[in-house]
């Protein structure tokens, strides 16, 4: 049995704030024809505690008074993320992967990305050399069972093989997942650090900075 971190991807790995986002304003904008503020974008896909960034724009999209399927949704976005995609920045370093690594703690990552987008955003930042398990939208076959459904964090744990975690996340989503896991699951003991300002999380562990996260993560494993 071993001690692991599991991390969400974007907005806590990875910055997205020029990617993810603009492709939920711009696919918006596409179908209902007008422009959106990007910070308003912002505020209803993080109030909404959408995981899924297709599911947020479509979200969008109806909020704004228009329907359309899905399907539509998901061809406009994937086409505007790929000429958007290089202007993702790391939020966490190497030295900061490297330095969790050293103290022989399993490392994860649970995230609502789709594989393709993982995949291409990993080998570019060269990642994949510091996780043990990789868990992405779609990984778990069952749809109703990936992220944010608790059971997505419980295959993670299994699969890492962990007697104690923390898990990582920046979202109401990631928040309310961690929450109906330690309900329904307690499996074993897992912590949960609230991570970045996009959204305020009441009663939980916080951090803001790579520095702080650091601070919070050896308090929280210091007696393990």
């Known amino acids: ?25 711009e696919t918006a904008e596409f179908f209902l024809n007008r422009e959106l503020d990007i910070e308003e974008v912002r505020r209803l896909k993080f109030e909404s505690g959408i995981n899924n960034d297709y599911l947020a724009t479509h979200y969008v999209i109806k909020h704004f008074g228009k329907l359309v399927p899905l399907e539509d949704v998901i061809k406009v976005f994937d086409k505007l993320y790929q000429k958007l995609r290089d202007k993702e920045k790391l939020i966490l370093s190497h030295q900061f992967f490297r330095s969790l690594k050293e103290k022989q703690l399993k490392l994860g990552i649970l995230t609502g990305r789709p594989r393709a987008d993982l995949v291409y955003a990993f080998e570019r930042f060269d990642l994949f050399r510091y996780f043990d398990c990789i868990v992405d939208d779609d990984t778990i076959e069952d749809e109703k069972l990936r992220k944010p459904n608790p059971y997505a964090l419980d295959f993670c ?6 007697s104690k975690a923390v898990y990582v996340g920046d979202s109401l989503a990631d928040y309310k997942m961690w929450w109906d896991y330690m309900n329904l699951y307690k499996r074993i003991e897992v912590a949960y650090i609230h991570f970045g300002s996009n959204t305020d999380v009441q009663g939980v ?6 520095e702080e996260l650091k601070l919070i993560l050896e308090e929280v494993l210091h007696n393990r």
């Not at 744990?157 to 962990?162: A, G, P, R, V």
């Not at 562990?205 to 790579?210: C, F, L, P, T």
């Open 1 to 25: 049995m071993h001690v692991g971190v599991i991390f969400d991807v974007d907005g806590v790995i990875i910055d997205v704030s020029e990617s993810y986002h603009y492709c939920i304003k």
């Open 157 to 162: 744990i299994k699969s890492m093989n962990l």
């Open 205 to 210: 562990m916080k951090a803001k900075s790579e």
